[in-house]
């Protein structure tokens, strides 16, 4: 039997089934996706910033870590992480977490008009610890999440007018991105360890993150399911120790949500999981084990209009890979001469035209060498 059937096979072992009504144009059957030519052709030299783009794609700084935003008052954070794009009339707005320890993280927020040029630059969120990944809501907010064993989920005004809030009833464990479902009003949690689970919060009111129920997946004889997380706080039992059957994760790192799916990877074993919450099954989406797989420190994960998912790299070539409907996964972009960092962050305007992503240490390798970068070209918009 091919490798391909071979991971197939263990796929639907595992309890997937066909997807429907999903951005993906096959079913699960055709999971995980392989390497093969991108949509965008063969990346070319290193531009003047360093960063390998496909022909027709050029790259900009947008901010630079310890350094003032240009034409701003404002320092841009160390150690950029997890990102999003918010409308803001014609222009937009990149926010960007903190991910330093010890009251030193935050969020920082970039505005741009309808040119892409920067108008301002502020905070939106201060004094928190490791906040890495997170997630925008319908709502216009972002989750920024704390990665530690006793860490919260703060909710922040992209525009820097309402004060952060901090959500308690979301849980307090190692989180690490969230993930917004209009259609079952759930926000979707990963959590960052070996043993970590995937979680949803189910708020009381949509819209108000105030108060609601935690659960957590569980998979009882191949059959998946959620149960109530009995203490969300997680004292003296960590969340994910307190529902027999929960299902294992190792290290849970991005995830998005488009089209009754959530996507999400798992670092330990450098896959990207997808979630149906309709069918309510779950999939391998990339699995590494596969001969010149180019996907490696899967992390932060998103998505185009047009159905490609972006992962990018926590370390290994310094890579965002796409991996597209049609089951092909192929390197988008590679920044050169910066192996000590990781990629983090990826997030496309409005518009579609223009992805921002961060190299967390940059070139020197320290939390003050963080880099924050436009990337501008012709991203598709059909398939």
């Known amino acids: 039997m091919e490798r391909r059937s071979l991971l197939r096979a263990a796929v639907l072992g595992a309890g997937a089934a066909a997807f429907s009504g999903s951005l993906w144009r096959q079913a699960a059957v055709a999971y995980p996706a392989l390497p093969g030519p991108g949509p965008y052709g063969a990346l070319q030299p290193a531009d003047a910033n360093g960063i390998m783009l496909p022909s027709g794609f050029t790259s900009r700084?947008?901010?630079?870590?310890?350094?003032?935003?240009?034409?701003?008052?404002?320092?841009?954070?160390?150690?950029?992480?997890?990102?999003?794009?918010?409308?803001?009339?014609?222009?937009?707005?990149?926010?960007?977490?903190?991910?330093?320890?010890?009251?030193?993280?935050?969020?920082?927020?970039?505005?741009?008009?309808?040119?892409?040029?920067v108008t301002d630059a502020y905070p939106i969120l201060s004094g928190t610890h490791r906040n890495c990944a997170g997630g925008a809501t319908p709502w216009n907010t972002w989750l920024s999440c704390e990665e530690v064993d006793t860490g919260y989920v703060y909710e922040t005004d992209p525009w820097g007018v309402n004060a952060a809030v901090r959500r308690d009833a979301m849980g307090r464990f190692n989180h690490e991105a969230a993930a917004a479902d209009p259609v079952r009003e759930v926000v979707y949690l990963t959590e960052d360890k070996s043993d970590g689970c995937f979680y949803r919060f189910v708020p009381d009111t949509w819209g108000d993150l105030a108060s609601g129920t935690l659960q957590v997946l569980r998979e009882v004889s191949g059959t998946l399911s959620w149960a109530n997380v009995p203490d969300p706080d997680g004292s003296p039992?960590?969340?994910?120790?307190?529902?027999?059957?929960?299902?294992?994760?190792?290290?849970?790192?991005?995830?998005?949500?488009?089209?009754?799916?959530?996507?999400?990877?798992?670092?330990?074993?450098?896959?990207?999981?997808?979630?149906?919450?309709?069918?309510?099954?779950?999939?391998?989406?990339?699995?590494?084990?596969?001969?010149?797989?180019?996907?490696?420190?899967?992390?932060?994960?998103?998505?185009?209009?047009?159905?490609?998912?972006?992962?990018?790299?926590?370390?290994?070539?310094?890579?965002?890979?796409?991996?597209?409907p049609g089951d092909v996964v192929a390197p988008f972009l590679r920044v050169t001469g910066q192996s000590s960092s990781e990629i983090t962050g990826p997030a496309f305007n409005p518009g579609g035209n223009r992805l921002y992503f961060s190299s967390q240490r940059g070139t020197s390798g320290s939390s003050r060498g963080g880099i924050t970068y436009e990337i501008s070209g012709p991203f598709r918009t059909s398939l």
């Open 237 to 324: 039992t960590a969340t994910r120790h307190q529902v027999s059957g929960a299902r294992r994760f190792n290290g849970g790192e991005g995830c998005h949500y488009r089209n009754d799916i959530c996507y999400f990877t798992t670092k330990g074993d450098n896959r990207v999981w997808a979630y149906d919450a309709s069918a309510n099954t779950l999939a391998v989406v990339y699995d590494d084990n596969v001969a010149g797989a180019p996907l490696t420190g899967v992390d932060n994960i998103t998505a185009a209009d047009v159905g490609d998912l972006y992962v990018a790299e926590d370390g290994g070539n310094m890579e965002i890979c796409v991996i597209t």
């Open 61 to 117: 700084v947008i901010a630079r870590s310890a350094k003032k935003v240009s034409g701003t008052n404002h320092t841009w954070h160390r150690a950029p992480d997890g990102g999003a794009c918010f409308a803001d009339g014609p222009g937009w707005i990149y926010v960007s977490n903190a991910e330093m320890s010890n009251g030193g993280g935050g969020t920082g927020a970039v505005r741009f008009d309808s040119g892409g040029n």
